[in-house]
């Protein structure tokens, strides 16, 4: 998208992410069709006050409306992709975790299922899992015939 089609929120994160967050509030009512026609007097009068400051502002506004490269911008989006890999990595992280737990309940559930079964219903203990749910509970089965 142009940046003379740019809201004033997308002017605001560009200003972020090119280092003028400092600045970013003065724009809050600043589309990008107003911002790419403003001097470097329109940007003092707006509070934008060191010099120095308005030159580097013009200078990365131009780079982005003729598709250039600006190394701080570069710069600005790879940090944003660090952060966005950290959040991915400490989101899959509380999953692993979440599944851990999860896990854990059900085999201590499985265990206690197994203990109870066990108690009330003795025949069965020494069963295969798979034979076991081919005898019905009250006996019959290899058990009852030795």
Known sequence: MAME?????????????????????LFCNISGARFVRMSEDDLRSLGVDKIGVRKKLVRHRTK????????????????LERRAALGVLEATDSIVLQLSQALAEIASSRAAFVRKLEREHPQLVGFPATSVAGHAVGGGGASSAA
């Open 5 to 25: 089609e740019w809201s004033p929120q997308q002017l605001a994160d560009w200003l972020h992410h090119s280092g003028f967050a400092r600045y970013a509030g």
């Open 64 to 79: 982005q409306l003729n598709n250039e490269p600006v190394p701080d911008t570069l710069q600005g989006l790879v940090l």
